[in-house]
């Protein structure tokens, strides 16, 4: 049994905002889907850190949901910035059940075991927008990242957000102090696209092991990390 992730899928099938406009993004959902069934089997374990659907209710993603539930192993779903369509975990664990959706699941205040280790994590915030609601929505991000993190308990954990903790402009240090102060080694973050990427920072930064794991980044092919 492994675990994979995978960010940024940004599936329409129930909304009319094409990616394949995009460069690189050309026929990305038959690309996805031969390199997932490729790679991860019906035992593994499968996380998506955010910009699931384009939807913009929870009612609309059932194309999505149900293109995810076609594919191998168990997925682990989180809240990305163009996730419109999230609500309470209660509502979303309730439309899961209606629709029979029985591989799926949702990280939000809490951690999965998966393995020998803890999913843990939050979509975080984006650091170097200097407005003025940022340290707000930070602190909030903040205190879900810590309820996840506590939740895992004394299991190794391993974080997952939306929002990169640090790129080549700017730094999260609230972010990256929790990551330390539970003892975290590796962080996989999504949402830089393009041009973008190139801001990415990869590897090891003070003892943590960073990863940028968006899609069109990973050749639409789910990466492997245990």
Known sequence: MA???IADLHLSLGADKPMDI????????????ENWKRV????DTVVIPGDVSWAMQLERCAEDFAFLE???GRKILMKG????????MRKM???LKSKQLYSLSFLFNNSIEAEDISVCGTRSWLFETGERHDKK??????GRLRRSLEAAGQKEKIVFLHYPPLTTRAKACEVIEMLHEFHVKECYYGHLHGPSIGRAIQGEVEGIRYKLISADSLGFCPYKIR
């Open 40 to 43: 991860v089997r019906e035992e």
């Open 3 to 5: 675990i994979y992730v």
């Open 70 to 72: 076609s594919l191998p």
């Open 137 to 142: 929505m930070m602190e909030r991000e903040l």
């Open 93 to 95: 664990e309730e439309y």
């Open 22 to 33: 995009f460069d690189g993004w050309q026929n990305y959902l038959s690309r996805l889907t």
């Open 81 to 88: 910035n163009h996730d419109y369509w999230w609500t309470t």
